[in-house]
């Protein structure tokens, strides 16, 4: 290669390098760096493509009970693991049917076919597992709210989380009663 050749390459390979650097940190910053899944942005354009190319998608918002006590009482590492081991429940629960994702704190959200996962209740009882950390049996405790989108008036993505947000509040405020509330998923 002459020198003027190389000359003229060295910026488009400088400019190669960069974009794919780029690419990386967007990557990355589309990703919750405990637990692996999608963050709220990355997690909302693939929910949104799954809703559109399957009415029967449903919508599930997840929120670790008593977090900040387990937290308190057990140390920040032991919180880590019971988000750690949340996203790994979840994500196997979803399989390749669905896309999980952490919407910071103690939120998790997933978007899956519903005529391709299992019910409600294995998520749940995997969900409420005890966790094993540092010689430590810890309890975990999940509400979980879900929406059936093609049982909605508007069928969006806003809507449906609105309805699995209500549901999920409606499951961790019914007394003595931790798990799953839903109108529109089995």
């Not at 196997?92 to 919407?103: E, I, P, Q, S, Y």
């Given at each position: 290669m002459n020198t003027q050749a190389l000359a003229l390459s060295l910026p488009l390979l400088g400019w190669a390098a960069h974009s794919g650097y780029l690419a990386r940190q967007l990557a990355t910053a589309r990703r919750d760096p405990l637990t692996g899944l999608h963050t709220r942005a990355g997690w909302t354009a693939r929910a949104?493509?799954?809703?559109?190319?399957?009415?029967?998608?449903?919508?599930?918002?997840?929120?670790?009970?008593?977090?900040?006590?387990?937290?308190?009482?057990?140390?920040?590492a032991a919180g880590d693991a019971a988000l750690a081991a949340t996203a790994a429940r979840l994500t196997?629960?979803?399989?390749?049917?669905?896309?999980?994702?952490?919407?910071g704190g103690d939120e998790f959200v997933a978007v899956v076919r519903a005529d391709k996962v299992p019910p409600l209740a294995v998520l749940t009882k995997a969900l409420t597992q005890p966790l094993h950390h540092e010689g430590q049996t810890l309890p975990v405790s999940v509400s979980v709210g879900s929406c059936h989108v093609e049982d909605l008036p508007v069928r969006s993505l806003s809507a449906a989380l609105a309805d699995a947000d209500r549901a999920m509040y409606a499951a961790k405020g019914t007394p003595g009663r931790r798990g799953t509330r839903h109108s529109h998923i089995h």
């Open positions: 949104e493509r799954v809703i559109r190319r399957h009415p029967a998608a449903a919508v599930l918002l997840l929120d670790l009970d008593d977090f900040k006590a387990l937290n308190d009482t057990h140390g920040h196997d629960w979803c399989g390749r049917h669905g896309v999980a994702g952490r919407l």
